[in-house]
């Protein structure tokens, strides 16, 4: 089968879920597919990007939008009902070329990953499957009321628009994808319940790490540090748990472009560091890996990665609600700062719980995030329409 396939970010270097996503399923998917993929660029991408996943592509087709079209797109959101963060990927002038390329190409599907995407699929004259991957509109007014006043109205309006667009859209495609139950269940238009979730993997370059790593780290949190859910999980971190744990732990916060919020939590306890080429290297230097995240929706690959590598996990309910891991037997769950301090000190003081917690969550990872199987249903799905 011939696929078009369309992602509003290049996808790679995997720093990012959404990309992560897309150069795992377009791996899986060429084994039996032809794919093409248009991908529109936020900067222009190093040759051995395009060469990683030129490996497992027909064609690749990049496009630039000019910071003067976002501007002006986003200034007409303002007087629509188009959500800002639609109009920010949106350009007239790319949405002739993908038409063009269509035209040209004749594929046989359409795969259009997020629905920022989804203005430049839903009248291709082919069928064609959106991945919404996360419910992006109630995550957005989860956000607002976090956030203060203006920045929280900003957030209530975003994130009502795109639920209203998220509902809207969902007419012109064949098929619905979701990366969780969780995520499916937030979704309440008509035909939301035809969603079908279509998780995420685990690669081998994790599952089968070879590397031997001294645990200097009694913590570690790894993630993209410019993402506003991972800064504030980052501040719990430092400022309401580690206070409460004994003074000689270290944490380690390691991930892409950390924000300036981030850099200020370094200390002679918390080392902040940035891009590792080989982010194993990361996660084998923490003893345990503790994620207080509640603001976030989708699958937390970061959890799906720290447990492939035998690191204990604790985390909250929200988080593993997309996974679905057994508490107390594959990961650890917390809610407040006292609850992390209970589990933390479970783990690091227990030889005999870390090292149950530590085997069956490296087991249930492999047996359940298997990226051939998700690649499969993928392929079954498009096969389908």
Request: proline share 4%; charged share 25%.
């Amino acid at each position: 089968m011939r696929i078009l396939f369309l992602t509003s970010r290049f996808p790679y270097p995997l720093e990012k879920g959404d990309k992560l996503r897309a150069f795992h399923q377009i791996k899986v998917l060429s084994s039996s597919h032809e794919i093409h993929l248009v991908s529109i660029l936020e900067e222009d991408p190093e040759s051995g990007w395009l060469e990683k996943v030129a490996a497992y592509t027909a064609s690749i087709t990049t496009i630039t939008i000019k910071p003067f079209e976002r501007y002006v797109s986003v200034i007409k959101s303002l007087f629509s009902r188009r959500p800002v963060q639609i109009a920010w990927f949106y350009s007239s002038t790319i949405k002739k070329n993908i038409n063009r390329i269509c035209n040209e190409l004749k594929p046989d599907h359409c795969y259009c990953q997020l629905t920022r995407m989804a203005e430049y699929a839903k009248d291709l004259p082919v069928k064609k499957t959106l991945d919404y991957m996360d419910s992006f509109g109630i995550s957005m007014l989860r956000r607002a009321n976090i956030v203060r006043f203006p920045l929280s109205l900003f957030y209530r309006i975003e994130g009502m628009r795109m639920i209203d667009y998220e509902a809207s859209v969902s007419k012109k495609f064949n098929n619905l994808t979701i990366i969780s139950q969780q995520d499916k269940n937030l979704l309440k238009f008509d035909g939301a319940s035809n969603i079908i979730v279509v998780g995420n993997g685990i690669d081998q370059y994790f599952t089968e790490c070879l590397i031997s790593k001294e645990r200097i780290y009694e913590l570690v949190f790894i993630g993209n540090m410019s993402y506003l859910p991972n800064i504030e999980c980052a501040e719990y971190l430092v400022n309401k748990i580690m206070p409460l744990l004994p003074s000689h732990y270290r944490l380690l916060i390691s991930g892409a472009s950390p924000d300036s919020r981030v850099l200020a939590l370094t200390s002679s306890k918390v080392q902040v560091s940035g891009w590792s080429e080989d982010i194993r290297e990361s996660y084998l230097s923490g003893r345990v890996f503790v994620a207080p995240m509640w603001s976030g929706t989708g699958q937390q690959n970061k959890i799906l990665e720290a447990l492939s590598l035998g690191i204990p996990c604790v985390t909250t309910a929200a988080v593993n609600n997309a996974i679905e891991a057994s508490p107390n037997e594959e990961i650890l769950i917390a809610e407040a700062p006292e609850e992390f301090v209970v589990a933390i000190q479970t783990l690091l003081t227990n030889e005999q719980k870390y090292e149950e917690i530590m085997r069956k969550g490296k087991v249930f990872v492999i047996q359940k995030f298997d990226w051939k199987q998700k690649g499969n249903l993928l392929s079954s799905i498009f096969a389908k329409t």
